[in-house]
């Protein structure tokens, strides 16, 4: 109703200003109606500032309630409408608009609390800072762990560890580092991980810590038990037939009476037992001395030589090595890159190593096949995470083994040492990259073969 009296008022001076207008024009072409004329002007001149001004007056109007909004005060702004109708229907949308704000800010205090309850109920410990390094929210964990608050100053870190404190400096976004770290006199093998977002403008970067000490333990344990029961095999199998052949000679050489045989009275059967025995013995302890001499490599790999590598340069080197092999086998070797130049930081010789390792495996996989097939892809990404597939059309593997191939000196290849994975996964973890295997049950069942996938 306020808005329909807007309405009719602007009509009602538009019609008296049309008027005005029309008089003033007609007067002008009469002679003599020098009054009329300047009047029915002056009179159109007046209904326009009246119209320009009752225009003005609603628009003031509507401005002061939308900044009453803002301000949360009705009262001043409604006393400058005169119109109680339309003030009424302004004072209605405001409390409508009000109502909703209010609901509005109760979800989010709800959600806030909610997320904030969360947080302190994860034993992560979480904490962010501004540019300047004074930390914007900080849950429990992280403050009991630091010896730090909210409000105060990153640096106040530095006093308490200054090595924690520069890794949390120098860490980018999107990078996880392991360390190990002594604080509050306790040994803690942390996992740190840094997220950096803008806020209103405002850099901010978050940093979670995760004490892992307890699954490292677990999983080294594991790793130390599935170790130990491979080499006690591989040990056994080289000892029992030393041990149980070296007994067998001395019975041989010894008579009944403990006195010793000798040689030129021992049969041609039995001297040729002794033989075909020391031969084994020989034989047995060569491939003790081959073990040893594996697990010795195993544990001596150098610290990688980092340096721009070309991956797709290093992939076409290492097919072109092993040209002669696929030839020879009838395997078709297919590269495919989405870039011609993806470079990393990475040792060559050492990541060389690791794809020969992988190409080889995958050679071994399909030389049986039909139609043997290797596909080589390097993928490059955008957030500097380049992957090479090396895929096969081979068997594929057992699912009950896809946990223990990296296991040290397990194999299932007749003359396989059982380190090549083992190697490859240990030079690709000194280069903060990973070595995953892609052979899931449904892939093995199908025969689809076996992908592995080396993140950069």
């Not at 704000?101 to 989010?108: L, Q, S, Y």
């Not at 800072?129 to 403050?143: L, V």
């Not at 013995?281 to 980092?306: A, M």
């Not at 794809?355 to 495996?361: K, M, R, S």
Request: charged residues 25%; contains cysteine.
């Amino acid at each position: 109703m306020g808005f329909k009296n807007f309405r009719l008022g602007l009509v009602i001076r538009t019609i008296m200003l049309g008027t005005a207008i029309f008089f003033a024009v007609y007067s002008a072409y009469q002679n003599e109606w020098y009054v009329t004329t300047i009047v029915s002007s002056a009179i159109s001149v007046i209904f326009l500032i009246e119209i320009i001004r009752y225009s003005e007056k609603y628009k003031r109007s509507l401005t002061d309630f939308l900044l009453s909004i803002k301000s949360r005060d009705f009262v001043s702004s409604a006393v400058t409408i005169s119109d109680k109708t339309t003030r009424d229907i302004l004072h209605d949308a405001y409390n409508t608009i009000l109502d909703e704000f209010k609901n509005i800010r109760i979800d989010k205090e709800v959600q806030y609390h909610y997320l904030k309850t969360m947080i302190e109920h994860i034993k992560i410990a979480l904490f962010s800072y501004d540019e300047t390094g004074n930390i914007q929210f900080i849950n429990k964990t992280a403050s009991i762990l630091l010896n730090v608050n909210q409000n105060q100053n990153i640096k106040k870190i530095e006093f308490s560890n200054a090595n924690l404190y520069k890794l949390i400096q120098n860490l980018k976004s999107g990078e996880n580092e392991l360390v190990k770290l002594k604080l509050n006199d306790e040994l803690l093998h942390l996992s740190v991980y840094a997220t950096e977002l803008k806020i209103q403008a405002k850099s901010i970067k978050l940093i979670s810590l995760q004490n892992i000490k307890q699954e490292l333990e677990y999983q080294e344990l594991e790793s130390w038990q599935k170790l130990i029961r491979v080499l006690t095999h591989e040990i056994m199998n080289s000892v029992t037939p030393i041990s149980s052949l070296s007994n067998a000679i001395n019975e041989t050489l010894d008579e009944i009476n403990g006195k010793k045989s000798e040689l030129l009275k021992i049969s041609d059967d039995d001297f040729e037992d002794i033989l075909t025995s020391l031969r084994t013995i020989e034989n047995r302890s060569k491939g003790l001395l081959k073990f040893v001499s594996s697990y010795k490599q195993l544990t001596r790999i150098p610290k990688p030589d980092f340096k721009d590598v070309n991956l797709v340069e290093l992939v076409n080197h290492c097919t072109t090595l092993l040209k002669q092999k696929f030839k020879d086998l009838n395997i078709q070797c297919t590269l495919n890159s989405n870039d011609e130049i993806i470079n990393c930081l990475a040792d060559y010789d050492q990541i060389e190593q690791v794809i020969i390792n992988l190409l080889i495996n995958a050679i071994e996989a399909v030389k049986n096949q039909n139609q043997p097939q290797i596909f080589v892809e390097i993928i490059k990404n955008e957030s500097n995470k380049h992957k090479v597939l090396i895929k096969d059309n081979g068997k594929g593997i057992d699912p009950d083994e896809t946990d223990k191939i990296f296991i040290p000196f397990y194999t299932t290849k007749k003359e396989g040492s059982g380190i090549g994975l083992s190697l490859s996964r240990q030079i690709m973890h000194l280069h903060k990259g990973t070595i995953q295997l892609n052979s899931d049950p449904e892939r093995f069942r199908e025969g689809k073969g076996t992908e592995f996938i080396l993140e950069f």
